[in-house]
């Protein structure tokens, strides 16, 4: 059974920080890319993080400089550190594979509100 388990999201004034965690079932995670991806509010869900199996990462260019993305292959998890956050990082954050067949297994998500 494919399970996605995100947590860390939390209200924070701008200018501040979260870890986020996402625990995942061993299918899933083994061996494939793994990404964070949002959705704000009105808006579609988009990709801004992502790790291969080996480390290698990537980061949407509103983000990069400010976001890293991390993975511990031995606890199958994903972990994303988001330092000065602003208004517009506010989304319910989601991890998942980066793979055709993972698209339609999402977890809940986690709800990051940046407000002061």
């Known amino acids: 059974q494919v399970q996605l388990v995100e947590s860390g999201g939390g209200l924070v004034q701008p200018g501040g920080s979260l870890r986020l965690s996402c625990a995942a079932s061993?299918?899933?995670?083994?061996?494939?890319?793994m990404g964070w991806y949002r959705q704000a509010p009105g808006k579609t869900r988009e990709l801004v993080a992502a790790?291969?199996?080996?480390?290698?990462?990537n980061y949407a260019g509103s983000v990069k400089g400010r976001f890293t993305i991390s993975r511990d292959n031995a606890k199958n998890t994903v972990y994303l550190q988001m330092n000065s956050l602003k208004p517009e990082d506010t989304a319910v954050y989601y991890c998942?594979?980066?793979?055709?067949?993972?698209?339609?297994?999402w977890g809940k998500g986690t709800l990051v509100t940046v407000s002061s």
């Open positions: 790790v291969t199996s080996g480390g290698s990462t």
């Open positions: 998942n594979a980066l793979t055709v067949a993972a698209a339609k297994y």
């Open positions: 061993g299918s899933i995670f083994s061996g494939n890319a």
